[in-house]
């Protein structure tokens, strides 16, 4: 694994960026697999100021994003679609037909589960950005997940409901269950780029990168992959 070590979270989401930007530009056909969360906004400021300022195109880009909870829809201001388009689609020339997540309010769960990894198949990831959760998950793919797993509904760790309920009024409200790609999904980009900041990340981030590849640890699947690069500030990266 690559690790760039930086002095704060503003910095980590330059260097992101610019991975980032490398693959638009260079390929204005990239297939771009995006995360939700509060680490990659930044990452996203940075693309939305680039387009304004000079012009990237996203007209022929697709997006693919990791995970949705069950039973919120694009209405729902806590919905990940409602964050993808709040916080990057409404700034990029992207047509909204080509940005693509798990449907949470699909009636029949494993069908869409089966839609979502057809779609995965047909748009191989250029580039798969990813957050990781105190715990060791990326995506919403909790410790004990099967590396050979693709999209399934979970349900979510107890830890998991506390960290996400500061973005909710109430923990009740925070969803219980969600749709996630799998770890075998996530392995397949041909590059992958990890963001992780601030102090509460630093267990899991040491755990990725340095500790036993275990399903356990289902970020430790990462030290297996040819091109990912960890992109951590000096808090995040402490225990390393
Ligand atoms: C959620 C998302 C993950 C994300 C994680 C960390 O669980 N499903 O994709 O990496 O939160 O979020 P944050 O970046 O807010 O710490």
């Given at each position: 694994?690559?690790?760039?070590?930086?002095?704060?979270?503003?910095?980590?989401?330059?260097?992101?960026?610019?991975i980032?930007?490398?693959?638009i530009?260079?390929?204005?056909?990239?297939?771009?697999?995006?995360?939700?969360?509060?680490?990659?906004?930044?990452?996203?400021?940075?693309?939305?100021?680039?387009?304004?300022?000079?012009?990237?195109?996203?007209?022929?880009?697709?997006?693919?994003?990791?995970?949705?909870?069950?039973?919120?829809?694009?209405?729902?201001?806590?919905?990940?679609?409602?964050?993808?388009?709040h916080?990057?689609?409404?700034?990029?020339?992207?047509?909204?037909?080509?940005?693509?997540?798990?449907?949470?309010?699909?009636?029949?769960?494993?069908?869409?589960?089966?839609?979502?990894?057809?779609?995965?198949?047909t748009?191989?990831?250029?580039?798969q950005?990813?957050?990781?959760?105190?715990?060791?998950?990326?995506?919403?793919?909790?410790?004990?997940?099967?590396?050979?797993?693709e999209?399934?509904?979970?349900?979510?760790?107890?830890s998991?409901?506390?960290?996400?309920s500061?973005?909710?009024?109430?923990?009740?409200?925070?969803?219980?269950?969600?749709?996630?790609?799998?770890?075998?999904?996530i392995?397949?980009?041909?590059?992958?780029?990890?963001?992780?900041?601030?102090?509460?990340?630093?267990?899991?981030?040491?755990s990725?990168?340095?500790?036993?590849?275990?399903?356990?640890?289902?970020?430790?699947?990462?030290?297996?992959?040819?091109?990912?690069?960890?992109?951590?500030?000096?808090?995040?990266?402490?225990?390393?």
């Open positions: 694994m690559n690790i760039i070590i930086t002095k704060d979270q503003a910095e980590m989401s330059r260097e992101g960026a610019k980032f930007l490398d693959v530009r260079n390929d204005p056909y990239a297939v771009l697999g995006l995360a939700t969360g509060t680490t990659p906004l930044g990452l996203y400021a940075q693309l939305a100021e680039d387009r304004r300022r000079n012009g990237t195109s996203y007209r022929n880009i697709r997006t693919v994003n990791l995970d949705e909870y069950i039973g919120l829809g694009a209405e729902d201001e806590q919905s990940y679609v409602y964050f993808m388009r916080n990057l689609f409404r700034y990029l020339d992207i047509p909204l037909e080509n940005t693509h997540l798990p449907n949470g309010k699909a009636e029949d769960l494993s069908a869409e589960c089966a839609r979502y990894n057809a779609l995965l198949d748009l191989p990831r250029t580039v950005l990813l957050g990781i959760g105190s715990n060791g998950h990326i995506a919403f793919n909790e410790p004990g997940t099967p590396f050979g797993s999209t399934h509904v979970v349900t979510l760790a107890e998991t409901v506390r960290d996400n500061r973005l909710f009024a109430r923990q009740e409200n925070v969803p219980r269950r969600a749709l996630t790609m799998g770890l075998k999904n392995m397949e980009a041909e590059k992958i780029v990890v963001l992780a900041s601030g102090a509460g990340k630093a267990n899991a981030v040491s990725m990168v340095r500790g036993v590849v275990t399903e356990a640890v289902p970020a430790s699947i990462l030290q297996r992959h040819p091109n990912c690069t960890l992109i951590a500030d000096k808090e995040a990266a402490s225990l390393i």
